[in-house]
């Protein structure tokens, strides 16, 4: 077939859903209607969901010795109370397919023990929310507590991960320079502005829930395992998710106590969660302590790099992400060991949080690749340009595409790098120090299978479903956009629907992969069903396409016509109407190859950052910022500048304000709420720029695409600790970078 014309793709086009979110028509979660018909005394009545709160554990480790809800029972409007004393045993089958991680995951209300600070307890399910939230300061709960352990520092941490190539520690010894550094980042909570909230519905054995979801699928097998049910006998539906950032990437355990409310009491029950609960259990960046040592020759060519790191996992499940791959593939050096050990606590398991892994390494590993520049006395990114790899060496494969040097060159020019005084503390604007850094940053490219349909009707609008839920980043534009340039329609005859479990099964929408799998798919289904068009119509005798080579047909506006004679030719809806056909449909897939990797699939960028630093106070202001990606196909510039300002903006919460407080003595957050725990507001945003590097990456998949929404955070907090120490020589090891650090 002859390829589409591309008028969509890559066109800065406004959300298709943009008037619904800025009318407040998109429905999210907790704003489905969702009504129960009942009859009382033969009068059929219409009833709306009850309202089910949360009583959270006020003690960090220890068991359950009494729960009073006699007070509760009694006030007005309450309906049930349920906690482990009274509620049913449920199956809990094991599911290994919804990002659980390894271990035993915590099962709510079916024994007495508390694993760690906030835990569920109980539930009280009520006709109002008024009612419910009430009843739940009257539920008394008893404890025998027990010491928790929340302190990364002070625990024991589980056998490591190990990953080796050479003798580092030989390689290390005899290198000419050597750096021994090690780093703390805090703990971090999601904080998407939509709460995490479920509404649950029975139809006798059929369960529906409209859930916050970052993957319909995971929600779906993860109820079904829960209650015991058939995978099909639950349905998910979440069409709009007001952020994520991954929080919502599994089925936490509120999902299932509204499940099992909406069970006990046979009514619909709508469960969500306050913004203090959000920090409770529903997953966060955990804390990390992670030394790194390097050696490299005089001239900055790495020779050896040891890291040795510890993170916060829960007691009870193993959390782990990839933060080892940044410091085996990102710079040549010949000697690399890794140790990678999880510390159990008694917390809550934490969760993939944008930029996992990746996003940690990477402010250690540019952190100290700025600090051995200095130490040498060369220019940060021409140290970058010597540890260039040809190839990725933990793997030994070739980069499908690999362009940080083109990355460094833009950036530098664009930033005007070349008017950075390499002197520390040197350029001084009044009270304020002026600093300018930099950092490279790496996310790999994940693909996982995905499946889509594609449905053209005689009217010659398309429809195209597929079950990945859209949480920001503005899927339902981009899968549109794929889907009229593989159609040949206008971006407004197409209608994209997305969030439902009954829709074609696709990965979680997070890690970056939904372009390049769920597109993938979409486009699939889409050519499927344009080439059924022209097989139709080259086959027509009535068609004034009768006969024409099926490779010779394009498709613009809804309008099939021979590529080599424009004028030849008709509609979508002149040739279905003519062969009674009501409409064509198909059913598109993508899947990465089966077999080894050929390649080493990453996308790259270079953020640079200029600081202001109260030279009195220790005030840190962060005055503009610049990334550079190498980020493959960009199918909507627009839409990725929305996703690489946010991550810019992500990136100096991190570097500058997120801290997750606990008080070690009973696990309790001290600072689970938006006043406390601190995230950047507009006037902590200066002027951001992002710049995308023209390409593709066609090795990938096929639209060619990479992935960006995890790539744009990572190398931020490290470009801004680096541009600290140039503003004031001090170097900061730990996140967040506090004015008392500088002082």
Known sequence: MSPQPQAAVGAPLSRVDGRLKVTGKALYAAEHPQARTASRGGTPTSDGAAHAVIVNASIGRGRITSIDTGA?????????VIHHGNAPKLPYRDNSGSNNPP???????????VLFHGQPVAVVIATTLEAAQHGASLV?????????????????????????????????GSAAVRLDLTYRTARNHHNPMEPHATIARWNGDKLTVWDKTQWVVGTQTELAAVFGLETD?????????????????????????????ARETKRPVKLVLSRKQMYLGTGFRPSYAYRLRLGSDRRGRLTAAVHELEAETSSYEKFTESILAAGQMLYSTPDVSQAYRTVPLDLP???????????TASFVIESAMDELAHKIGIDPIELRRRNEPNEDEATNLPFSTRRLRECYAVGAREFGWDRRDPEPRSTREGDWLIGRGMA?????????????????????????????TDMGPGTYTSQTQVAADALGLSMGTITSRLGDS??????PHGGSMTMASVGSAVLDACNQVRRQAIHLAVQDRESPLYGVPADDVVVRNGRLHRKSDPARGETYQRLLSRNDRTHLEADGSFAPPSGPERHSFYGYNATFAEVAVDADLGLVRVRRMLGVYDAGRIISPKLADSQALGGMVGGIGTALLEHTVTDHRDGRIVNANLADYLVPVNADIPDLKAIYLDGEDREADPLGVKGLGELVMIGVAPAIANAVFNATGRRIRELPITAEALL
């Open 140 to 172: 008394k709960v008893g404890y025998e507590a027990e010491q928790p352990s929340t302190d990364l520092h002070e625990a024991d941490a589980d056998e490591p991960t190990n990953y080796a190539r050479g003798d580092a520690e030989a390689a290390l």
């Open 349 to 359: 398991t934490p969760l993939y949080m944008r930029g996992p892994g990746f996003q």
């Open 502 to 507: 009954l829709f074609p099964p696709t990965p």
């Open 103 to 113: 271990g035993r995951r915590l099962r709510v209300f079916q024994d007495d023990r």
């Open 440 to 468: 490279a940053g790496v996310y790999d490219t994940a693909r996982m299978p995905a499946q889509a349909r594609a449905r053209l009707d005689a009217d010659g609008t398309a429809v195209v479903d597929a079950a990945a």
């Open 72 to 80: 509760a029972e009694a006030h007005p409007g309450v309906l049930r």
């Open 233 to 261: 006998a639950v349905r998910v539906i979440s069409p709009f998710v007001g952020g994520g950032f991954g929080t919502a990437l599994r089925c936490w355990p509120h999902v299932a106590v509204a499940a099992l409310a």
